[in-house]
Structure formats: structure tokens, C-alpha cells
């Protein structure tokens, strides 16, 4: 069965120090993962995908096959990184459902 | 370009009432899909359609249910409500094919 675990419901670094969210994920077949953030009284929006490779805001994610993770870090948190951070996979039947972790509040303390 | 469109954005309904959601996506986004959340679990798939036909459906019970129109508006409905119904519902487009997820952003239903 598809799964996403966020372990940390709650996390919280100072500014300039470094930050990771962890997500695990089991999946049987080729997954596509995917990070989505909500900031304070904002929608929920799309940081980041595995597929592009991409460095969003200074985040990157790498997909880690081996350890099922797709941990999300950040080298100098700044305050305005202060979110709710949701790690999904993409998949399901139609490979259109996505799995959502229960998500990881980040506080980014000045 | 507009972005994914939910009204109303908030909603009081008594026990046992049934409300009807809307959900206008982006333009040329043929897939609509429908999370709940809540504090407790998070965000939960409640079903998704493209073009027209349910493609995809969550563990809800059948008091949860939706449909999605030729311009690919959507809409979902929830029957007999229950206080446990009190959530965010959240409508989310894409092209359908790879990529993420556009938010819209939700409807907050308080029932009481």
C-alpha cells in the first residue's frame, strides 16, 4: 500500500542554521514525490518535485531509493520559511492520487 | 491565469443538512480532485474526475459524492451531515498527466 510518513509534527531551527524534513515513503512501484508547502493563511502550493531536479527557495529533495526517503533540507533557514510542509507521492490506481504525510510544521526561530 | 477557484469559502450547516461545493479549476486543466482536511489526518483523497468520469475514489462513505461538468467544473456533496464533517475541502487541478497539484484555496464547512 502507497504511504507517506512525516516523523516530525513539529520542528524548529534557528535562523541560519540548517534544516531537514524528513519523509519516508513505501510505494511498490516507481514513485513520483513531491513536496508542497502551506504558508500562514496561503493555499497549499507545489515547492518542489523529484522529476525536476530543481532547487526551489534554496530546497532541494533527492530521492533515495534505497532508504524509501525523500527528505527535504535547506543549508540556511531563514524566517519566512516558517510553513507547514507537506512531503506526497503521486500514484494510486490511475497514478493520479496523491499521498499526503500528515505534514511537519517548521518554525524558523530569528 | 486564474488559479483553481473554490466557493463558497465558508459554510455553517446543521447535523443531517447536505452541502454542495464548487470547484472551478484552471483553464485547461481537465483533472479536479478533492481532499479533506483536518488537524487529525491531515489532508485525505476524497475522489478524483477527468473528463466528466470519476477516475479515482478514496475510503469516504457514499454520503460523499461528486460529479464534474463538460467545462470541467466541479462539484462534490456531502449528504446527512455529520459533526465530523467539519473540515477544509480542498480542490485541486492538473493537466492530468505528470506534475503536481494546484490548490484552490478550500472551503471550510463547520458543521453544527
Known amino acids: 500500500a502507497q504511504r507517506v510518513t512525516q516523523p516530525e509534527k513539529l520542528l524548529s531551527v534557528f535562523k541560519g542554521a540548517p534544516v531537514e524534513l524528513k519523509c519516508n515513503y513505501s510505494?511498490?512501484?516507481?514513485?513520483?514525490l513531491f513536496w508542497y508547502v502551506q504558508y500562514s493563511r496561503q493555499r497549499l502550493q507545489l515547492l518542489l518535485r523529484?522529476?525536476s531536479r530543481e532547487s526551489i527557495k534554496g530546497f532541494t529533495a533527492d530521492l533515495n531509493k534505497g532508504e524509501t526517503s525523500f527528505h527535504l533540507k535547506k543549508p540556511f533557514a531563514q524566517e519566512e520559511d516558517s510553513a507547514m510542509y507537506y512531503c506526497?507521492?503521486?500514484?494510486?490506481?490511475?497514478?493520479?492520487?496523491?499521498?499526503f504525510g500528515t505534514g511537519t510544521s517548521l518554525t524558523v526561530i530569528p | 491565469k486564474a488559479g483553481v477557484t473554490q466557493t463558497p469559502r465558508y459554510l455553517i450547516k446543521t447535523r443531517g443538512q447536505q452541502v454542495t461545493l464548487s470547484c472551478s479549476p484552471i483553464?485547461?486543466?481537465?483533472?479536479v480532485s478533492w481532499y479533506q482536511q483536518t488537524p487529525g489526518q491531515g489532508l485525505q483523497f476524497l475522489f478524483e474526475y477527468f473528463s466528466e468520469t470519476q477516475r479515482n475514489k478514496g475510503n469516504f462513505p457514499g454520503r460523499f459524492s461528486g460529479r464534474q461538468f463538460s467545462n470541467s467544473r466541479s462539484e462534490m456533496n456531502v449528504s446527512t451531515l455529520e459533526l465530523g464533517d467539519s473540515a477544509l475541502y480542498l480542490c485541486?487541478?492538473?493537466?492530468?498527466?505528470?506534475?503536481?497539484?494546484?490548490f484552490g484555496s478550500g472551503t471550510r464547512l463547520t458543521v453544527v
Open positions: 523529484h522529476i
Open positions: 483553464s485547461g486543466h481537465r483533472s
Open positions: 506526497a507521492l503521486r500514484g494510486g490506481s490511475t497514478g493520479n492520487q496523491f499521498y
Open positions: 485541486a487541478s492538473s493537466l492530468g498527466g505528470s506534475g503536481g497539484y494546484t
Open positions: 510505494y511498490s512501484g516507481s514513485p513520483e
